[in-house]
């Protein structure tokens, strides 16, 4: 056993020992002696275990069942401090991974011009999503994250002492203040949180990540440029933030157009101490006096004019700092933030010079400081803290991310329905054919004709559908032009579906295309089979519309597309998704390129592999090339959000991750990397991978039986209680059956059952076609050379670890009728021939036999996992037999947030 996982298990035996003794002094022993008894009892005999389990009380389950969650929850952030720990000591011996890709790029020989070129058009955007799938509540995140920080205090120590960290007697009584404060924290939410405190808690993240990492990764990249011969003043904001809070209204009531505005000027109130944050930082460094180092003209006639017009720089202030201009000039930019703030609540005008409208002007005034200092013999300070802080700023803005704005394509088709009809200029606008509207459409766009004025009279929803669109040209002008830039259409069909709501835009004064003016851009947004595999088509034609090709060049000739992961992979099935949206790639990329226009994908990834989900690096590299030309958007959400950021060294490490795998993708992925033919034999095997597993996934969905069989055999419908999330589980007006059901609640019931169903069914299937049609070492070469096969193959490699069929046949024989069974058969079937034909592909006889250490962790988690998974099943049985009352409810949520947190999933 390696020295750092001795040192991780003990770390968490003892956090365990602490939390035992939690137990017996605040519950009594005898909880504490049920929780050793059941552990013991799992592992030798596992229908003993379920029987004890089945006969406790509801609230000896819940005590029980928090128990084992608090433990996972311990365990999960023990394994997070010690991965930072070992990521430091990677970064010592082998660098950063932005200096791993500076190398990898150096040894190509890549000429600097190419490589500057591709920095200037680096754009790479995480978008933090409100997607209900983070279980745990962030009172209970922020303890953990003080765990972890003790847990990294005394590490240090130890290393400065040249010593282990065996603890000592401070650290074990703070470490067990925090299990104590734990467990008397309710890790269940009373009331489902509304969309501002989903922005709340995304403003917590962002609001960390500008503090620390955003920073330091820039470094890192400029460093790494550097390197390389590139100046990185060439860099525009190759990393920016976006979000999705308080702006996606799909299928959510509660995202009105107020409540974008609430959003909006939460995340302001934050972005804002942010930036005061950073420049009182300057002026605690900048103490340069001008009878040393006098600055440039142009520091002292903006100061000068700064200090004109605002009295709010107090005389003290001034007279403190008169000798000290840098100093003096970054207080006038405080004043002018703290205006901006009084602007931006107050609702009234901006004044130039007095405050700011967008971070432009803060940015100039930094890069005048940062500039004065290069002239007058402060070249290390301008490079450093100075620069540092523009780029921060750059990065983060006044708001900390900028806004999108999401609805469904049928909303706007229905305002307009509604005024063709009153004006009479089209007797039935829903019956329509999809190349009649968008004649009508594009001719309505090309003009200037308001299509209704201030007497505008709509019914709620459609009436809230416009208001949206006012509410982003006021958020514009109040805010900034960067405050909100893209509208997504969901659910996109046809161009008809980009048209309506480009002519809704146009209503509200964002698009003006004779002009030549677009204030915003539109986004269309596959997320179903065939949407996806016509993307080409529909991209085609509609930059081959002059009005649309207006927009797309007043934006700069950037054409945004969204691809949706989740609904895909739900309606066809993992295997047949991913590689419809490779394909997808491919053809969005060769239609921009034909119509000269930089195509910017926004990748909408879930949480979990069957939402697309899994390791943005390995994603990235394993687009096709071309796709990544600089510029990209990915969606964060959920587990994932926590996982990613909670700490410091590993919110670093994905963000540099992510930039590192966006400028290698852009730098040297620019061809294929394999020969053309080999590739083109490659996706022939695919395809025949595709149209079998997309078959057997669809035996399964078509199944009359599936519905009663999901929602007899998997606790989904506790998901509302849970209270993770403002938006509701289902699609408006969707029947009982699974069709309405989002992708979210999908993957939650089938993994929290441990069938785990969307992230593997179909693959074995699609694998054995191959292998039949005489394709078994073309799959072996794919999975060696291919990294787009190679990377979904270790993602589905790593779902079935996680799946126990084990498990799952407790709750069907439990709780699923008998005439339901034939669907587990189905499902067992499939899993089986897909462990097999993945182990035939890898050559590995056991699943992870690559990833020992990780699958002695699934191992253990696997122990304290199943007494959950026994509890539940009882419970459930319980609540489907009539039983009611809320202490079962809290005992099966209990259990549901104790699953999630030991397989660090939700949905």
């Known amino acids: 056993m390696r020295d750092d996982d001795a040192a991780l298990r003990a770390d968490i035996r003892r956090l365990g020992a602490l939390l035992g003794q939690t137990l017996a002094r605040q519950e009594g022993q005898p909880l504490l002696d049920l929780v050793e008894r059941v552990r013991l009892l799992v592992r030798s005999d596992h229908d003993q275990a379920a029987e004890l389990l089945g006969g406790l009380s509801d609230d000896e389950s819940t005590r029980l069942g928090r128990a084992f969650a608090a433990y996972f929850h311990l365990a999960n952030v023990t394994e997070q401090a010690h991965r930072a720990r070992e990521l430091r000591r990677q970064r010592l011996d082998s660098?950063?991974?932005?200096?791993?890709?500076?190398?990898?790029?150096?040894?190509?020989?890549?000429?600097?011009?190419?490589?500057?070129?591709?920095?200037?058009?680096?754009?790479?955007?995480?978008?933090?999503?409100?997607?209900?799938?983070?279980?745990?509540?962030?009172?209970?995140?922020?303890?953990?994250?003080?765990?972890?920080?003790?847990?990294?205090?005394?590490?240090?120590?130890?290393?400065?002492?040249?010593?282990?960290?065996?603890?000592?007697?401070?650290?074990?009584?703070?470490?067990?203040?925090?299990?104590?404060?734990?467990?008397?924290?309710?890790?269940?939410?009373?009331?489902?949180?509304?969309?501002?405190?989903?922005?709340?808690?995304?403003?917590?993240?962002?609001?960390?990540?500008?503090?620390?990492a955003v920073g330091t990764v820039l470094r890192d990249l400029a460093d790494a440029l550097g390197r390389l011969g590139v100046d990185a003043a060439t860099l525009n904001r190759p990393l920016t933030f976006g979000s999705w809070i308080g702006g996606d209204r799909d299928g959510n009531p509660f995202v009105t157009p107020e409540v974008t505005t609430q959003v909006l000027l939460l995340q302001h109130e934050y972005g804002i101490q942010a930036a005061e944050a950073t420049v009182e930082g300057l002026v605690r460094e900048l103490s340069i006096s001008a009878q040393l180092r006098p600055p440039s003209g142009g520091l002292?006639?903006?100061?000068?004019?700064?200090?004109?017009?605002?009295?709010?720089?107090?005389?003290?202030?001034?007279?403190?700092n008169g000798a000290e201009p840098y100093r003096l000039k970054l207080r006038c930019v405080a004043a002018k933030l703290a205006n901006t703030r009084r602007r931006l609540a107050a609702d009234s005008p901006h004044e130039p010079g007095r405050d700011y409208l967008g971070v432009v002007g803060l940015l100039s005034d930094l890069e005048l400081v940062r500039d004065s200092l290069t002239a007058c013999h402060g070249e290390l300070n301008a490079a450093g803290p100075v620069t540092d802080a523009i780029r921060t700023v750059a990065a983060c803005g006044l708001?900390?991310?900028?806004?999108?704005?999401?609805?469904?394509?049928?909303?706007?088709?229905?305002?307009?329905?509604?005024?063709?009809?009153?004006?009479?200029?089209?007797?039935?606008?829903?019956?329509?054919?999809?190349?009649?509207?968008?004649?009508?459409?594009?001719?309505?766009?090309?003009?200037?004709?308001?299509?209704?004025?201030?007497?505008?009279?709509?019914?709620?929803?459609?009436?809230?559908?416009?208001?949206?669109?006012?509410?982003?040209?006021?958020?514009?002008?109040?805010?900034?032009?960067?405050?909100?830039?893209?509208?997504?259409v969901s659910m996109t069909r046809g161009v008809d579906d980009v048209l309506a709501a480009a002519v809704l835009a146009r209503e509200a004064g964002l698009l003006d295309v004779p002009g030549g003016?677009?204030?915003?851009?539109?986004?269309?947004?596959?997320?179903?089979?065939?949407?996806?595999?016509?993307?080409?088509?529909?991209?085609?034609?509609?930059?081959?519309?002059?009005?649309?090709?207006?927009?797309?060049?007043?934006?700069?000739?950037?054409?945004?597309?969204?691809?949706?992961?989740?609904?895909s992979n739900k309606e066809a099935g993992i295997a047949a998704s991913q590689w419809r949206i490779h394909k997808a790639q491919r053809a969005l990329r060769d239609t921009a390129a034909r119509h000269g226009v930089t195509l910017r994908l926004f990748h909408g990834r879930g949480g979990t592999i069957g939402r697309g989900g899994g390791p943005t690096h390995e994603a990235i590299l394993a687009q096709p090339h071309g796709t990544l030309d600089g510029a990209i958007k990915v969606t964060e959400q959920g587990e994932v959000i926590s996982d990613k950021y909670t700490l410091p060294t590993l919110a670093r490490e994905n963000l540099e991750l992510t930039v590192a795998a966006a400028v290698e993708a852009t730098v040297l992925h620019t061809e294929p990397t394999v020969a053309p033919q080999q590739l083109a034999r490659y996706e022939a095997a695919m395809d025949v991978v595709g149209d079998a597993a997309f078959a057997a996934y669809q035996e399964l969905v078509a199944r009359p039986d599936l519905a009663d069989y999901f929602w007899a055999c998997t606790p989904t419908s506790l998901l509302g209680a849970l209270n993770i999330g403002s938006r509701p589980a289902r699609r408006p007006d969707a029947d009982a059956g699974l069709a309405g059901l989002r992708a979210i609640p999908w993957v939650f019931g089938w993994t929290q059952s441990r069938q785990i169903v969307p992230g593997w069914f179909g693959v074995g299937a699609g694998l054995e076609a191959a292998r039949g049609a005489g394709?078994?070492?073309?799959?072996?070469?794919?999975?060696?050379?291919?990294?787009?096969?190679?990377?979904?193959?270790?993602?589905?490699?790593?779902?079935?670890?996680?799946?126990?069929?084990?498990?799952?046949?407790?709750?069907?024989?439990?709780?699923?009728?008998?005439?339901?069974?034939?669907?587990?058969?189905?499902?067992?079937?499939?899993?089986?021939?897909?462990?097999?034909q993945v182990l035939a592909v890898t050559g590995q006889t056991t699943l992870l036999e690559g990833q020992p250490g990780l699958r002695r962790t699934l191992t253990v988690r696997d122990s304290y996992l199943e007494p959950l998974h026994h509890l539940q099943v009882a419970l459930l049985r319980r609540h489907r037999a009539g039983q009611r009352g809320e202490a079962l409810e809290r005992a099966l949520l209990t259990t549901v947030n104790g699953i999630a947190a030991g397989l660090r999933n939700t949905g």
């Not at 002292?300 to 004019?305: C, F, P, V």
């Not at 930059?543 to 000739?557: C, E, H, K, N, S």
């Not at 072996?780 to 498990?807: C, G, P, Y």
């Open 399 to 488: 708001g900390l991310a900028t806004l999108d704005v999401r609805e469904h394509a049928d909303a706007h088709h229905q305002v307009l329905a509604l005024r063709y009809a009153e004006l009479g200029e089209v007797e039935d606008y829903a019956t329509l054919s999809r190349e009649r509207r968008v004649a009508l459409l594009a001719a309505e766009l090309a003009g200037r004709r308001p299509l209704w004025g201030s007497d505008l009279t709509l019914p709620p929803e459609p009436a809230r559908t416009v208001a949206v669109f006012e509410t982003i040209a006021a958020a514009q002008r109040r805010f900034g032009p960067e405050v909100i830039e893209s509208y997504i």
């Open 300 to 320: 002292n006639a903006s100061l000068a004019a700064d200090l004109a017009a605002l009295p709010e720089v107090g005389e003290r202030q001034r007279r403190i």
């Open 775 to 836: 394709l078994g070492e073309t799959l072996t070469q794919m999975h060696r050379r291919w990294r787009f096969f190679r990377t979904f193959l270790s993602n589905v490699e790593m779902t079935l670890a996680k799946t126990d069929l084990a498990i799952a046949r407790r709750y069907v024989d439990a709780l699923a009728p008998p005439e339901l069974h034939g669907v587990f058969a189905l499902v067992r079937a499939e899993h089986d021939r897909t462990v097999a």
């Open 517 to 567: 003016r677009a204030s915003i851009g539109i986004v269309p947004l596959l997320e179903s089979a065939a949407e996806l595999d016509a993307g080409g088509e529909l991209l085609d034609e509609l930059l081959a519309l002059p009005a649309y090709r207006t927009i797309v060049a007043a934006r700069g000739d950037v054409q945004e597309v969204m691809l949706g992961y989740s609904d």
């Open 95 to 212: 660098g950063g991974w932005l200096e791993q890709t500076a190398d990898r790029i150096a040894g190509r020989a890549v000429p600097p011009e190419q490589i500057a070129a591709a920095a200037a058009r680096l754009a790479v955007r995480p978008v933090f999503t409100a997607h209900p799938t983070e279980a745990a509540r962030r009172s209970i995140l922020t303890k953990l994250r003080a765990v972890a920080d003790t847990l990294d205090a005394e590490a240090a120590d130890a290393a400065l002492l040249g010593r282990d960290a065996k603890g000592d007697e401070s650290t074990d009584r703070r470490l067990a203040e925090l299990v104590e404060a734990l467990w008397q924290t309710d890790e269940l939410r009373i009331h489902r949180p509304e969309p501002t405190d989903e922005a709340r808690n995304a403003v917590y993240y962002l609001r960390d990540l500008a503090g620390g």
